[in-house]
């Protein structure tokens, strides 16, 4: 009998535990600390980082807690490739295995990618498997694609699907200039500004999230910032600090 194929986690054991017990109780220690908030309607989209859990799990947890409470049925990933330079946006088609168990996934309209070491779509996995009981799941991997194209080609999952974009913020500042920097981001975000975002905002999955922009302003979803804080408020020094945050998109 020919072994199964499945896509095995490439980074357990650095950006989060490979032993299922530590990874459980680390996740729910992060979603225990992190407040719910009430968002006054429907959640159609999330915006959550993807560093290692020690630096980005808490903020990451203020999503996975609402996205608990909205309890979809599907959910589409999309996050950028740091690796490897792509051109489009690629699926996925084999189950994920991580320390939590494996998670079937479902292909979208893309090529597939046969072998990748990708870790913004792969920290996501543990927390919908903690938040989330029966769901379907579609990751996307993009690379050199317009945010415009990117929004249009997930569009027909707004109505029956939470989006996930994976993102996080400004790279390698100083504490204070870095908080500043942020928040020029954050605000254009949440003005639905997508000009601004573009020209100014600073992010790694910044296609992902100019995407969720063209979303919002076209179906009318209101952004909520959740959480705000970057490395050096977790587990890093304050000289070169990544930021983080998790923004609701509601209906």
Same mark, same amino acid.
């Given at each position: 009998m020919s072994k199964k194929e499945v896509r095995f986690s490439v980074h357990a054991g650095s950006f989060y535990p490979a032993d299922k017990e530590a990874l459980s109780l680390m996740?729910?220690?992060?979603?225990?600390? $992190?407040? +719910?908030?009430?968002?006054?309607?429907? &959640?159609? $989209? &999330?915006?959550?980082?993807? !560093?290692g859990y020690i630096y980005s799990g808490l903020t990451a947890a203020f999503g996975y807690n609402s996205l608990k409470i909205a309890a979809p049925k599907k959910i589409v990933l999309i996050g950028p490739s740091h690796y490897h330079y792509i051109k489009g946006a690629y699926s996925f088609? /084999? #189950?994920w295995q991580t320390p939590l168990g494996e @998670? %079937?996934?479902?292909? !979208?309209?893309?090529?597939?990618?046969? %072998?990748d070491v990708e870790h913004s779509l792969e920290v996501q996995a543990p927390f919908l498997q903690t938040v989330l009981a029966n769901f379907e799941f579609t990751p996307i991997m993009y690379g050199e694609i317009s945010s415009d194209a990117l929004a249009g080609s997930i569009s027909a999952h707004t109505k029956d699907s939470v989006i996930i974009a994976s993102s996080d913020l400004s790279h390698f500042f100083k504490y204070g200039e870095a908080k500043q920097?942020? $928040?020029?981001? +954050?605000n254009a975000i949440l003005d639905l500004d997508f000009e601004e975002f573009m020209r100014a905002g600073d992010a790694c999955g910044k296609i992902g999230v100019g995407? @969720?922009?063209? /979303? !919002? %302003?076209k179906n009318k979803w %209101? #952004?909520?910032? /959740?959480?705000y804080r970057n490395s050096g408020d977790t587990a890093g020094n304050k000289d070169e600090v990544v930021g983080y945050a998790s923004i609701a998109f509601i209906k």
């Amino acid at each position: 009998m020919s072994k199964k194929e499945v896509r095995f986690s490439v980074h357990a054991g650095s950006f989060y535990p490979a032993d299922k017990e530590a990874l459980s109780l680390m996740i729910e220690k992060f979603l225990s600390e $992190a407040p +719910i908030k009430k968002l006054g309607g429907k &959640l159609a $989209a &999330l915006i959550v980082p993807h !560093a290692g859990y020690i630096y980005s799990g808490l903020t990451a947890a203020f999503g996975y807690n609402s996205l608990k409470i909205a309890a979809p049925k599907k959910i589409v990933l999309i996050g950028p490739s740091h690796y490897h330079y792509i051109k489009g946006a690629y699926s996925f088609s /084999l #189950p994920w295995q991580t320390p939590l168990g494996e @998670l %079937k996934v479902n292909r !979208a309209d893309f090529p597939i990618i046969k %072998k990748d070491v990708e870790h913004s779509l792969e920290v996501q996995a543990p927390f919908l498997q903690t938040v989330l009981a029966n769901f379907e799941f579609t990751p996307i991997m993009y690379g050199e694609i317009s945010s415009d194209a990117l929004a249009g080609s997930i569009s027909a999952h707004t109505k029956d699907s939470v989006i996930i974009a994976s993102s996080d913020l400004s790279h390698f500042f100083k504490y204070g200039e870095a908080k500043q920097i942020d $928040a020029v981001t +954050i605000n254009a975000i949440l003005d639905l500004d997508f000009e601004e975002f573009m020209r100014a905002g600073d992010a790694c999955g910044k296609i992902g999230v100019g995407a @969720l922009i063209l /979303l !919002a %302003k076209k179906n009318k979803w %209101k #952004p909520i910032l /959740l959480d705000y804080r970057n490395s050096g408020d977790t587990a890093g020094n304050k000289d070169e600090v990544v930021g983080y945050a998790s923004i609701a998109f509601i209906k």
